[in-house]
């Protein structure tokens, strides 16, 4: 996770953050990227996705899994 958080500012996580929280292949964070199905930043090449934004996807899919 990307620190260097000042009081009120978004955290950031990174690639290699996310293809371990979702368990996911890079090529699946690419598409979803490219889908616009996961919310994320490019920096000086580099991808970053809004924590809080993250943990509400995360949460939907595992109340989703719960009703299915």
């Known amino acids: 996770m990307i620190e260097n958080k000042k ?3 978004e955290e950031w996580y990174d690639d290699q ?7 996911i292949s890079p ?3 690419y ?4 889908k616009n ?8 090449g580099k991808y970053i996705y809004p924590k809080t934004l ?3 996807i995360l949460l939907d899919k595992v109340f989703k899994k ?3």
């Open 7 to 9: 009081e009120g500012e």
């Open 17 to 23: 953050d996310i293809l371990r929280m979702f368990k």
């Open 27 to 29: 090529s699946t964070l």
């Open 31 to 34: 598409r979803l990227r490219k």
């Open 37 to 44: 199905e996961i919310p994320f930043s490019k920096v000086g």
């Open 54 to 56: 993250i943990h509400k």
């Open 66 to 68: 719960n009703i299915d």
